[in-house]
């Protein structure tokens, strides 16, 4: 092959590996001068840190986050991330400053970075639309983002740097070992129950609690057999199930996300209804 050469080519004082360095120093010094113009606040996360391993980003238990800007609004307009349903994902993988692995963030923190990104967003004040319980009138209403807390737990059932906690069944007896499950896993999850999707058509069963079991537990009597768990799983009496469920949403640390609800209507009240998540949430102009 005949060797073409450019004569114009400047080949004349090459850059030197000191010079390069240099550059490179002077490159990274500009990046971190427009982090350091971006707002930021620190978020608290429900977890307080304690399931993430010591030296782990989000082991001190809070979460450093951005104020949005008009490039995130360019994710939320993103009608290919909207389709996929991954533009919240994306969303908060843009607000958030902490170098922290996406994938290892628990799910018991993510609904308090998803209020927080919101609240960075647009503010606290959330308008939203509630049907009544009661009489099914619609009414709007203000939500104040910034009065909701974390959920009080007993810390004392954990060990602070280990993910895992353990439960015994009261019918079985068996000691199960369990863990709190990250957005990978949720991820994993979402997978393996898409591929049941065809044959729940058929049988009419949705295996998506026993998928979601089988992803919690990682041990049954100290044997971490995937297998094993699986169909230990499938043959869990009900009654083990449902304790096993309950105790999970009594110790998983969370957001309070309820607000104080009085129908004007028919004067219907509820002290403690769930928040509704409407398009107005990252959308207040829809």
Known sequence: MTKVVNDNYPTANPISNDELKAKFLAESAKEEVKKSDTPTEIIELPSKGYFY??????????????????REEDILAS???IKQGVVIDKLLSSLIMTKVNYNEILTVDKNAIFIASRIL?????????VTCPS?????????????????EIDWSKFTKGQLTHNFTLPAGKNNLTLKFLTHGDEKEIEESVKKYKKLSKLTGVDPELTTRLKHI??????????????AFVD?????????????????????????SFTCPH?????????MPITV?????SL
């Open 280 to 284: 107005q949430f990252f959308w207040p």
């Open 79 to 81: 009608q290919s991330l």
């Open 266 to 274: 028919c004067d219907y009240e509820q002290e403690k209804m769930a």
């Open 235 to 259: 043959k869990m009496l009900s009654r083990d199930s449902l304790a096993l469920r309950s105790y999970l949403k009594e110790v998983t640390p969370d957001v309070e996300s309820t607000f």
């Open 53 to 70: 391993p010591e030296g782990h980003p989000l082991s001190a238990g809070t979460i450093e986050m951005k104020y949005m800007t008009a």
């Open 217 to 230: 537990i990682v041990a049954v009597d100290g044997n971490e057999d995937k297998s094993y768990i699986n």
């Open 135 to 151: 009489c099914g009138e619609k009414t709007n209403h203000h939500i104040d983002l910034q009065s909701f807390e974390s959920k």
């Open 121 to 129: 967003a647009y503010g606290p004040d959330y308008e939203v639309e």
